[in-house]
């Protein structure tokens, strides 16, 4: 699959097949990809939790209110991801240029994880809706967590929904020279 169908078919999946576990060397291969990805410094202020069984159940709990994340029961494996101190450099920027660095390079990891399981056939949701305190207490972590990926099998049958975006050029915009005439 090249990086054109990885961005037109990825999709976040709410159909997780229970019953079908994530091969070890692909969550390596997955985990791989994420820790390659760049960020501001080269700081990299982020931890990747990986959570199966009986933690991961309960992890889920921590995702789900009524009517929100109750698919996530499914899914086999959570990678809680979790922000870490910024490297000098990097707050030293993030406060000069009053940017927020850490969430950027987080984007960055989660999207690096989840086209990388989608190339090896996996299905991801990034998951922004969870209790901080609850998962923190499960995964014995002081740092606040940022995002949850569930990674997993989608269940057979789970179709290729339409990309709804923003037009091209709403989206973007280009700034060019004046051409001399
Ligand atoms: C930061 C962030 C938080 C998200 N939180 C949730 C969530 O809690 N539950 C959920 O079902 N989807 C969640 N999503 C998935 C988005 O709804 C989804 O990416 C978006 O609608 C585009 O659809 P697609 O991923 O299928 O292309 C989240 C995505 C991001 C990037």
Known sequence: MNFKEICETRQSCRKFDPLRSVEEEKLNAILEAGRLSPSACNGQPYHMTVCQ?????????ATQGPGIN???????????????????????????????????????????????????????CILGWFSDEKIRSIC??????????????????DVLRTKKRKDFDELISFLEDKKEI
């Open 53 to 61: 069984g009986t933690a991961k159940d309960e992890i889920a709990k």
């Open 70 to 124: 109750g698919f996530v029961t499914d899914a086999p494996i959570l990678i809680v991801i979790s922000e870490t101190d910024y490297v000098k450099s990097a707050a030293l920027g993030a406060k000069i240029k009053k940017n927020d660095y850490r969430s950027i390079d987080i984007g960055i990891l989660s999207a690096y994880l989840t086209a990388s399981a989608h190339e090896l056939g996996l299905s991801t």
């Open 140 to 157: 014995n972590l002081k740092d606040p967590i940022r995002l949850v990926i569930a990674l997993g099998y989608a269940k057979e049958g």
